[in-house]
């Protein structure tokens, strides 16, 4: 089993920058992928940015230039800077991990998320 730890939601104003952390625990040697979706209110979950061991990154295409996704493999941590924030950005952001299987994600595991509110 991983555990996913989230933190750094929060209430920013338009254009304003927030910092989200995914702490990973547990049998980290089973997921090869981290990464986050987030849900809107009445959406379905959508993927923002996942990072692979090897490094490699995928955005959509809704957050490329403002988001970045990184990794700090010692401590097991993901992280998605945000930049340029947009109140259509408010949601539920969930950290997720798993294995990366051809060009797509199998996601084993599911942290409670955090919510980030874009309003003045």
């Known amino acids: 089993q991983v555990q996913l730890v989230e933190s750094g939601g929060g209430l920013v104003q338009p254009g304003g920058s927030r910092r989200l952390s995914c702490a990973a625990s547990?049998?980290?040697?089973?997921?090869?992928?981290m990464g986050w979706f987030r849900q809107a209110p009445g959406k379905q979950r959508e993927l923002v940015a996942v990072?692979?061991?090897?490094?490699?990154?995928k955005s959509a295409n809704s957050v490329k230039g403002r988001f970045t996704i990184s990794r700090d493999n010692a401590k097991n941590t993901v992280y998605l800077q945000m930049n340029s924030l947009k109140p259509e950005d408010t949601a539920v952001y969930y950290c997720?991990?798993?294995?990366?299987?051809?060009?797509?994600?199998?996601?084993?595991?599911w942290g409670k998320g955090t919510l980030v509110t874009v309003s003045s």
């Open positions: 547990g049998s980290i040697f089973s997921i090869n992928f």
């Open positions: 997720a991990a798993g294995q990366v299987i051809g060009t797509g994600y199998d996601i084993n595991y």
């Open positions: 990072v692979s061991d090897s490094g490699s990154t």
